[in-house]
């Protein structure tokens, strides 16, 4: 077990690690994620690891910040009091819908329950960016992660390391999560961490997603040598999936500026956006929203009631209804990462995901 999850997850070099999933000795091993040299794979169901779990190896050299939190992010995953805190989580199964008297928001504010609004997404792409190959088509093979952590100059807005660690430790769950329901194994998170300080002030009213987040966005991008916008996250990513060699990539911005809502995500891509407070679910939390925000960037749609589903539609690579929705599917549905605060995957958000190996309805065994 590794922190809740019901996996026997280890750190190892990145380089082993790829090597290792080809050996007889592990033939279920998978890599989770990677970050830099460092790598967190995982045993496998069937087949526990051999004997000790393996020794944190050690960097040549100086490790770079994204090993660094990679690293520090495990250790803090298996702590004994970070297990025991994710196993007597507030509000445990409650609908993202929080409809508990005085409990947390709604994971989206009613009317922008799939994601953020297309029209806030901020100038067009440029004519070369339409060309691009889609950045999350399917949750397969390698997945670049941009994670851009972004602290203001007031103590209040000052994410700490503790806080950074925190943010990747939770972060790295939730998509251990995510990793470990592909029924191929073949899904690896490649992680790049940034961290700014911007000195932008807050903006405490406005009415658009973009009114909250724009200054202190651009002021972060800007510092990375990047476009303003949500262009400038497009082609962060489109950078990262080629200098990380991945098939697939989206960016993550964290930080305590108040926002409209506290985490969207435009579903599709490429970017989500969550604030550390996590509001009343909690900063010990972010790995369950952070692995639902995810599910829309790869074109998963909500299933809580109160974001208006219904049965219908055309959802991801397979073009599957959204089955699961609590509205109409009977009895409700079954627990799932978009409908409740659960460790759960259904079928519907299975295929919605088009995770490899999912035996799917309209293909003949074999082809998925
Ligand atoms: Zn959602």
């Not at 082609?235 to 506290?262: E, P, S």
């Not at 460790?343 to 035996?359: D, E, I, Q």
């Not at 309805?361 to 082809?367: D, E, L, N």
């Given at each position: 077990?590794?922190a809740?999850?019901?996996t026997a997850?280890f750190?190892?070099?990145?380089?082993?690690?790829?090597?290792?999933e080809?050996?007889p000795r592990?033939q279920?091993?998978q890599?989770?994620?990677?970050?830099?040299?460092?790598?967190?794979?995982?045993g496998?169901?069937?087949e526990?690891p051999?004997g000790?779990?393996e020794?944190?190896?050690?960097?040549?050299g100086?490790?770079?910040l994204t090993?660094?939190?990679?690293?520090?992010?495990?250790?803090?995953?298996n702590a004994?009091?970070?297990?025991a805190?994710?196993?007597?989580?507030?509000?445990?199964g409650l609908?993202?819908g929080?409809?508990?008297a005085?409990?947390?928001?709604?994971?989206?504010?009613p009317?922008?329950?799939?994601a953020?609004?297309?029209?806030e997404?901020?100038?067009?792409?440029?004519?070369?960016?339409e060309?691009e190959?889609?950045?999350s088509a399917r949750?397969t093979?390698?997945?670049?992660?941009?994670?851009?952590i972004v602290?203001?100059d007031?103590p209040?807005l000052?994410?700490s390391?503790?806080?950074?660690?925190?943010?990747?430790?939770?972060?790295?769950?939730?998509?251990?999560?995510l990793?470990s329901?592909?029924?191929?194994?073949?899904?690896t998170?490649?992680h790049?961490?940034?961290v700014?300080?911007v000195?932008?002030?807050?903006?405490?009213?406005?009415?658009s997603?973009e009114?909250?987040?724009?200054?202190?966005r651009d002021?972060?991008?800007q510092?990375?040598?990047l476009?303003?916008?949500?262009?400038?996250?497009r082609?962060?990513?489109?950078?990262?999936?080629?200098?990380?060699?991945?098939?697939?990539a989206?960016?993550a911005?964290f930080?305590k500026y108040?926002l409209?809502?506290?985490?969207?995500?435009?579903?599709?891509?490429?970017?989500?956006?969550m604030?550390?407070?996590n509001d009343?679910?909690?900063?010990n939390?972010?790995?369950?929203?952070?692995a639902?925000?995810?599910?829309?960037?790869?074109?998963?749609?909500?299933?809580?009631?109160?974001s208006?589903c219904?049965?219908?539609?055309?959802?991801?690579?397979f073009?599957?209804p959204n089955a699961?929705?609590?509205?109409?599917?009977?009895?409700?549905?079954?627990?799932?990462?978009?409908?409740?605060n659960?460790w759960?995957?259904?079928?519907?958000?299975?295929?919605?995901l088009?995770?490899?190996?999912v035996?799917h309805?309209?293909?003949?065994a074999g082809?998925?």
């Amino acid at each position: 077990m590794t922190a809740d999850l019901e996996t026997a997850e280890f750190l190892t070099f990145a380089e082993e690690a790829q090597a290792l999933e080809l050996t007889p000795r592990r033939q279920m091993a998978q890599v989770f994620h990677e970050y830099g040299r460092l790598a967190i794979a995982e045993g496998g169901t069937t087949e526990a690891p051999a004997g000790a779990p393996e020794p944190a190896p050690d960097l040549a050299g100086a490790p770079t910040l994204t090993e660094t939190l990679g690293r520090a992010a495990f250790d803090l995953r298996n702590a004994p009091e970070t297990r025991a805190r994710k196993l007597d989580r507030p509000y445990q199964g409650l609908t993202w819908g929080a409809d508990e008297a005085a409990g947390p928001m709604p994971l989206h504010l009613p009317g922008d329950e799939i994601a953020q609004p297309a029209d806030e997404e901020g100038p067009a792409p440029a004519p070369e960016a339409e060309a691009e190959p889609p950045l999350s088509a399917r949750l397969t093979g390698r997945v670049a992660v941009g994670l851009i952590i972004v602290s203001g100059d007031k103590p209040s807005l000052r994410l700490s390391q503790q806080d950074q660690t925190l943010i990747v430790s939770e972060v790295q769950n939730g998509l251990s999560f995510l990793a470990s329901q592909s029924p191929a194994r073949d899904v690896t998170f490649v992680h790049d961490i940034r961290v700014a300080t911007v000195t932008v002030p807050e903006v405490t009213s406005g009415t658009s997603y973009e009114d909250f987040e724009a200054p202190w966005r651009d002021a972060a991008l800007q510092q990375l040598g990047l476009p303003a916008g949500t262009a400038g996250a497009r082609r962060h990513a489109r950078n990262l999936r080629t200098q990380l060699g991945t098939n697939w990539a989206y960016v993550a911005f964290f930080t305590k500026y108040q926002l409209r809502h506290f985490a969207y995500a435009a579903r599709g891509g490429p970017k989500l956006v969550m604030h550390f407070g996590n509001d009343g679910w909690g900063s010990n939390q972010i790995d369950r929203v952070f692995a639902h925000e995810t599910g829309h960037i790869f074109n998963a749609p909500d299933e809580y009631a109160s974001s208006n589903c219904d049965c219908g539609g055309s959802w991801g690579v397979f073009g599957e209804p959204n089955a699961n929705c609590a509205a109409c599917a009977p009895g409700g549905g079954v627990d799932c990462i978009m409908k409740s605060n659960d460790w759960a995957m259904c079928n519907s958000t299975l295929l919605h995901l088009g995770y490899n190996g999912v035996p799917h309805p309209a293909m003949p065994a074999g082809t998925s």
